[in-house]
């Protein structure tokens, strides 16, 4: 069965500054990996996705994350936060385009910027 | 194009009364999801339909909850009778088949409080 584990609950960053949210998976094949971003009271937007290919992924709002297979980890990164970039984040692993769609996502990352 | 559109966003019900909660996919996605989201529980998907069947409802907590989808472009998840502890936010989502058919497309939720 597939899972996702986020091992950090909360993360407090400053403003400017660099973040890395963890993500670790198990999948029994090559794994499809998503980040999602859910902002208060809103519902949850892809930020990013691989499926096979380059292992560095590019998203929206600046975010980047990178496929490591030997880690089992699929890690989001940003240069630089912003106070907007404050949310909740949630990595998904879903299945292949045979049965597309039954993702499992983690528990979730809460972000706080700090001025 | 509109993306997953669901209603109501809110809802406030007395414990026993009756829940509908009605969802549109986004046109030409032929798979249909229902997750509840809580604090306790996270994100959990209930049950989700390929082409208006139903293919997985084991995530529906009990006999209490019902989900349909009567055509490609509706979708409803009915609690009776409803209960304190189903309050919680409901989001349907949509997916295509085609490559890149996993990505999921969340609606904005509706906000279930049932006192």
């Known amino acids: 069965a597939q899972s996702v584990t986020q091992p950090d609950i909360h993360i407090t960053v400053s403003e400017g500054a660099s973040l890395e949210l963890r993500c670790n998976y198990s999948y029994g094949a090559t794994p499809y990996l998503f980040w999602y971003v859910q902002s208060p009271g809103q519902g949850l937007q892809l930020l990013l996705k691989?499926?096979?290919?380059?292992?560095l992924v590019q998203g929206i709002k600046g975010f980047e994350a990178e496929f490591k297979r030997s880690q089992s980890s699929f890690n989001l990164r940003k240069p630089s936060v912003h106070w907007s970039d404050a949310a909740e984040y949630f990595c998904?692993?879903?299945?292949?385009?045979?049965?597309?769609?039954?993702?499992?996502f983690g528990d979730g990352t809460t972000l706080t910027v700090k001025p | 194009d509109a993306g997953v559109i669901q209603s109501p966003r809110h809802e406030v019900t007395e414990m026993g009364q009756e829940v509908t909660l009605r969802c549109k996919p986004i046109s030409g996605h032929d798979y249909l999801f229902w997750y509840r989201q809580t604090m306790m529980r996270g994100l959990e998907l209930l049950i989700y339909f390929n082409n208006n069947v139903p293919i997985d409802d084991s995530g529906m907590p009990e006999d209490r909850f019902s989900a349909k989808m009567p055509n490609a472009s509706f979708s409803t998840l009915k609690i009776q009778p409803s209960e304190p502890r189903d309050s919680a936010v409901y989001f349907c989502?949509?997916?295509?088949?085609?490559?890149?058919?996993?990505?999921?497309?969340f609606g904005e939720g509706s906000w279930l409080t049932v006192v």
């Open positions: 998904a692993v879903g299945r292949g385009n045979t049965n597309a769609g039954k993702s499992t």
């Open positions: 691989y499926f096979s290919g380059d292992t």
């Open positions: 989502a949509s997916s295509g088949r085609g490559w890149p058919g996993n990505t999921i497309y």
